[in-house]
RNA sequence: GGAGAGGUGGCCGAGUGGUUGAAGGCGCUAGUCUCGAAAACUAGUAUGCGCGCAAGUGUAUCGAGGGUUCGAAUCCCUCCCUCUCCGCCA
């Protein structure tokens, strides 16, 4: 969420901001109005507070010398209820201000450009080489369901559409794909963790997920649980409540976990094969940065998820985000797509985000200037290094022989142990 | 799951209704001393919110939320968590 400060002194600003994201800006009135009367309330109680607190004294201290007080404890008694009602109509206009606040996405940075969807994202960038062999490439369904690597039917059976099962080598693939990730985040100067996979409701709602997207999250309703949708939820929980020194900054985790999406609402030709399932291992890097550099944080991290693209040798290209197509809590993103030859389109396989203060400042993540002075709010960020299965969806189409095997790339021979499926 | 104990500042730990935001110790920071360091000594050392240009000031916070009271770290209720023993178990 936004400062309430920043929204009190900028409001036409934050409206701004709020309709480039395509969000509704009379919320912006709303939170100004209830934070008005939260302060005048503030000041009303702590006025009766502070009389009672001086009364109390008085009254400790005619006890300690045996005089009578019940006058003014009697006068205390009326001020008491009076602090009782304010404070119970400051604790509601409070709830109200925290909800509305939820309820104001993420600013888009200056450098977004300013759009309504997906037409309108920029392409910066492009790698790789085109697939150049003369025969029609197969998509990958058919490869994997021909090399017994992925087994979409018993998924099914087992649990549902959308489960595939890996067998064989291609579940050996996937364990590969994973090690050679966290390897290279790790390279890269990254600790690697492996988090929780079920959260509690104060953590998806210091990411963003709750509110929000509660409609893409399994739910354990007995325990009160969420099922992760990424590890970016557990992993940026981490430091909660803290107050880190600025010394430890940046802060760069690395995790590889399942990630549990219902994808309510998705149905058709993207979700065929490995394109959109509802269980998927991805290795995810959260840094947690000095809010004087996160947009360098934010390149760099970019580059770190292409490198393993570029390494795989897969074609991809780097989008820029516009402001109406880049979710609630980013200031700023990019999507990596990989080029996916058997079907002819580009398959997102990370998303690289700045939230700045946003996510830190509902997470009460901080850290204490070297210089002294207030802990200030880190600067949180998030990319996916990569989400394995359009990876592996792209990896095998575009190492496909005419003879309908998969020449697994050199780099990861030393993970695998094999070099050729089929 | 059953029985019991307990949750106080960065850490340890005192405190069972009245100047207790909280003794004492450790740690940390600065100063004195020293060629330098250690030791010793001195001082400082939480966070949120409101008001204020600021200095500052008011208020809240002793696991969380309610309640009793003129007044709660201290009493009552609910919840959460930790520890010990038993049970179950990868």
Known sequence: MLDIRFIRENKDRVKEGVIKKGEVPSKVDEVVHAD??????????????????????????????????????????????????IDRELREVEETLRSLLLQIPNLPHPSVPVGKGPDENQIISTWGEPFLIDFSPKPHWELAEKLNIVDFTRGTKITGTGYPVYVGKGAQLDRALVNFFLDEATANGYTEVFPPLLVNATSATGTGQLPDKEDQMYVVPRDDFYLVPTAEVPVTNFYRDEILAERQLPIKFSACTPCFRREAGSYGKDVRGLNRVHQFNKVELVKFVHPDNSYEELESLCHDAERVLQKLGLQYHLLLMCSGDMGFTQAKKYDLEVWSVGQQKWLEVSSVSNFESYQARRMNIRFRPERGGKPEIVHTLNGSALALPRVIAALLEHYQTPEGKVIIPKILHEYTGFEVIG
Not at 56 to 77: F, G, H, L, R, Y
């Open 36 to 85: 008005e009367r939260r302060r005048k309330l503030v000041q009303q109680g702590e006025d009766l507070k502070s009389r009672k607190n001086a009364v109390s004294a008085q009254v400790a201290k005619m006890k300690a010398n045996k005089e009578d007080a019940s006058a003014i404890i009697a006068e205390m008694k009326v001020v008491a209820e009076k602090i009782k009602v």
